[in-house]
């Protein structure tokens, strides 16, 4: 199973961004996928996921309220719409799939894509 991660680039603080990810494999109710990031040196940190089968959502304090996660069930895509972004939300972003559901660990989560770069200026 390959995840494929896009729509990263540079955009001005308050700008709107959206990820997209679409993975290979099959989803089943029961799954979840997800997004990390990992700011330069910084630890790795939850930023959002959703069960693909409720399209139950979770979300990091950081981004409540600015981000929305979604999935396209036809296309195996999961998205993650960022709005008002901030420099702070300058990282690399991990998609992520996980056939056990939710969790806000990256460990527990398998496959997990490349990374797409975002970068806001202030």
Known sequence: ???Q????GLVQAGDSLRLSCATSGR???SHAMGWFRQAAGKEREFVAAIKW???TTYYADSVKGRFTISRDNAKSTVYLQMN???PEDTAVYYCVQSPRGYSDL???????GQGTQVTVSS
């Not at 991660?5 to 990263?8: L, P, V």
């Not at 990256?106 to 997990?112: D, E, L």
Request: net charge positive; glycine share 18%; no cysteine.
């Open 106 to 112: 990256y460990a527990t989560y398998n496959p997990r």
């Open 5 to 8: 991660a896009s729509g990263g």
């Open 53 to 55: 089968g409720a399209g």
């Open 1 to 3: 199973v390959q995840l």
């Open 27 to 29: 989803t089943f109710s």
């Open 84 to 86: 008002s972004v901030k």
